[in-house]
């Protein structure tokens, strides 16, 4: 329903699409106004919308659920994100075209409010109906996604273990418990502004971590570590992008934002130290040696 909704509006965008409006097609910056313009606003742009490529990293999460992850996790993962980033360049080149882009400004629903202005109220009522109850499957890809994270740090030690147990149906219930009340207490209490730029930030982190940690992980295949059925492609050299890439949008985040980010990131260290690294798996299996 969420591809044939922007699959609609692409198509009857098109109709009202004014080429001038796309005359300059990357604005001036203008200091003293918006983030909009120029090469600074393409780069806050990319990191402020980067939250999005959570989703598509969340299908890793439930490798441990799916048949020859070694094959569908690739496949899922490089075919989602294939289907979504044609869709958000087609959505965002037609919203583009059919109204001048400083119109769109701080506008919450800016592809139901072009359609009613272009004279498609009822199209409009449908595009905002179904992109409100897709909203629904974003939260329970999420929530899945990370009750298996939860599970895995529960399991691992690195959390406490009932977190990293299972109920008789093989359902991390716990983490899943945890992660909802959470998610509700922190989604009522900050602006999404906020919590948009901190969680940009914190995939871009994570992402960082993750290619650095192939130099690690690597040469430990075969010895310590099971060889994988899927290796990251290119390396050593592959890693490095990926990181230099991270963290250039990561600089492109607000000042806040890396703040709010190094405070969460300190949090998680101390976390780490405290509880972690004294109750980790690998600790215990150490001190049974």
């Not at 910056?29 to 909009?36: A, I």
């Not at 120029?38 to 959570?54: D, E, N, P, R």
């Not at 659920?65 to 899922?76: L, Y």
């Not at 897709?134 to 690195?158: E, N, P, Q």
Request: proline residues 6%; charged residues 10%; hydrophobic residues 50%.
């Amino acid at each position: 329903l969420k591809l044939c909704n922007r699959t609609l509006f692409i198509f009857v965008g098109i109709t009202a699409i004014e080429p001038k409006n796309y005359v300059p097609f990357i604005p001036a910056y203008n200091p003293g106004g918006t983030t909009m313009g120029g090469f600074q606003g393409v780069w806050a742009g990319v990191a402020g919308i980067f939250l999005a490529y959570i989703g598509f990293d969340s299908i890793a999460s439930n490798s441990a659920e799916a048949i020859e992850p070694q094959k569908t996790m690739p496949r899922g993962i490089l075919g989602s994100l294939a289907i979504g980033v044609v869709m958000f360049a087609g959505v965002s080149l037609v919203l583009v075209g059919m109204f001048k882009y400083s119109r769109y400004v701080n506008n919450a629903a800016p592809v139901g409010w072009a359609l009613r202005e272009s004279g498609h109220p009822l199209i409009a009522a449908i595009v905002s109906t179904v992109a409100v109850v897709g909203m629904f499957t974003a939260l329970i890809g999420m929530m899945m996604a990370g009750s298996r994270l939860l599970y895995s740090f529960g399991r691992d030690g690195m959390l406490p273990l009932w977190l990293g147990r299972v109920n008789e149906k093989g359902l991390p219930n716990s983490g899943l418990i945890v992660l909802t009340v959470v998610s509700v207490l922190v989604g009522s209490l900050f602006p999404f502004s906020f919590l948009a730029e901190l969680i940009s930030a914190g995939t871009l982190i994570a992402f960082m971590f993750v290619s650095v940690a192939m130099y690690a992980l690597r040469p430990r295949e075969g010895k310590d570590l099971p060889t994988t059925g899927f290796k990251m492609p290119g390396y050593p050299v592959t890693p490095a992008i990926g990181f230099l890439l991270a963290f250039w949008v990561f600089w492109g985040l607000s000042i806040d934002a890396k703040l709010y980010a190094l405070v969460w990131f300190l949090l998680g260290l101390i976390l780490y130290f405290v509880y972690g690294a004294k109750h980790s798996d690998t600790r215990r299996k150490q001190a049974r040696k």
